[in-house]
């Protein structure tokens, strides 16, 4: 079974950069089939999908999607040699705070769902 | 974006009570529709996906049906271990999106 793990920084001052790393254990960021995620959950609220990145074994090459809300602020990097991938969410505000998970997105057909979760940290903005 | 509507938003039940969580979508998303547990500082966990598939390992109380728009998640004979926190969430489209959960809490 995948294993993720978030870092990085629990406070974030406003109009600053918000950088987080998940580093997978357990499997190869490189395998087909799985898109690298990360989710946001504000206090209280229902998860939010920020983006996603997919790296071919083969080539090396990625692509990421993100969410047209966050586009123009959001950057999803994968490193395949350390088999990691980070976010960067630039102009961060309070409306950034919540907690931050990064996670694997099966997709298979109907098999589509978020299957491995890291433990999720808490990102506060907040000067 | 496709909306994603859950209700009720809480629900009060009773160990052995089997309840019933319904989740309806801003548009039809065919039977793309997964459904989440999270329990208080963790992770949400997959319970079903495909609208009816149960991920493996979970228990078989557990069982969702629906396609199009309208969709539910029930829970029979609810154990201690159910009282948590469910969202349902389409993988019709990008960017997914959730719904914004149902408690379930102990009567």
């Known amino acids: 079974q995948v294993q993720l793990q978030e870092s990085g920084p629990g406070l974030v001052k406003p109009s600053q950069t918000l950088s987080l790393t998940c580093t997978v254990s357990?499997?190869?960021?490189?395998?087909?089939?799985?898109?690298w995620t990360w989710i946001r959950q504000p206090a209280g609220k229902g998860p939010e999908w920020i983006g996603r990145v997919y790296a071919t074994g083969t080539t090396g090459s990625t692509s990421y999607y993100s969410n047209p809300s966050l586009k123009s602020r959001l950057t999803i990097s994968l490193d395949t040699s350390e088999n990691q991938f980070s976010l960067q969410l630039t102009s961060v505000s309070a409306a950034d705070t919540a907690v931050y998970y990064c996670?694997?997105?099966?997709?298979?057909?109907?098999?589509?769902?978020?299957?491995?979760w890291g433990q999720g940290t808490l990102v506060t903005v907040s000067s | 974006d496709i909306q994603m509507t859950q209700s009720p938003s809480s629900l009060s039940a009773s160990v052995g009570d089997r309840i019933t969580i319904t989740c309806r979508a801003s548009q039809s998303i065919s039977n793309y529709l997964n459904w989440y547990q999270q329990k208080p500082g963790t992770a949400p966990k997959i319970l079903i996906y495909g609208a009816s598939s149960l991920e493996s390992g979970v228990p078989s109380r557990f069982s969702g049906s629906g396609s199009g728009t309208d969709f539910t998640l029930t829970i029979s004979n609810l154990q201690p271990e159910d009282f948590a926190t469910y969202f349902c969430?389409?993988?019709?489209?990008?960017?997914?999106?959730f719904g914004q959960g149902t408690k379930v809490e102990i009567k």
């Open positions: 357990g499997g190869s960021i490189s395998s087909d089939a799985s898109w």
């Open positions: 969430q389409q993988s019709y489209n990008a960017p997914r999106t």
């Open positions: 996670a694997r997105q099966l997709s298979s057909g109907r098999r589509d769902y978020f299957d491995s």
